[in-house]
């Protein structure tokens, strides 16, 4: 089991930036891959970004390749998204996940809100026009 806490969240302009970090703690953090997703109101929760355990590999939507970067630092238990140039339409609440190594073997990537094992509970981000 592993528990996810979400922060950096908050109000910014268009073209500007933030930071978010998820701090994670129970199980060993980089057994896990980790990932974003965001939730608007009305839509279905969707993909941002992932990274593999030792974060060789990253993977993006194509709505933020170019602007979002994600990292990790296993030794702090720490997720990190760095979120440039944000637009409106990047508006929602950004969740923290964890796809356990079982989950990976059989599903593949974390592209997906079904192929996490852990949710955070949520940092809301706010872009204005």
């Known amino acids: 089991q592993v528990q996810l806490v979400e922060s950096g969240g908050g109000l910014v302009q268009t073209g500007g930036s933030l930071r978010l970090s998820c701090a994670a703690s129970?199980?060993?953090?980089?057994?896990?891959?980790m990932g974003w997703f965001r939730q608007s109101p009305g839509k279905e929760r969707e993909f941002v970004a992932s990274?593999?355990?030792?974060?060789?590999?990253?993977y993006g939507a194509d709505s933020v390749m170019g602007r979002f970067t994600i990292s990790r630092d296993n030794a702090k238990n720490t997720l990190y998204l760095q979120m440039n140039s944000l637009k409106p339409e990047d508006t929602g609440v950004y969740y923290c996940?964890?796809?356990?190594?079982?989950?990976?073997?059989?599903?593949?990537?974390?592209?997906?809100?079904?192929?996490?094992?852990?949710w955070g509970q949520g940092t809301q981000v706010t872009v204005s026009s």
């Open positions: 129970g199980r060993t953090f980089s057994l896990y891959r």
């Open positions: 990274i593999t355990w030792s974060g060789g590999s990253t």
């Open positions: 996940a964890a796809q356990s190594l079982s989950t990976a073997q059989r599903v593949g990537v974390l592209t997906k809100p079904e192929n996490s094992d852990y």
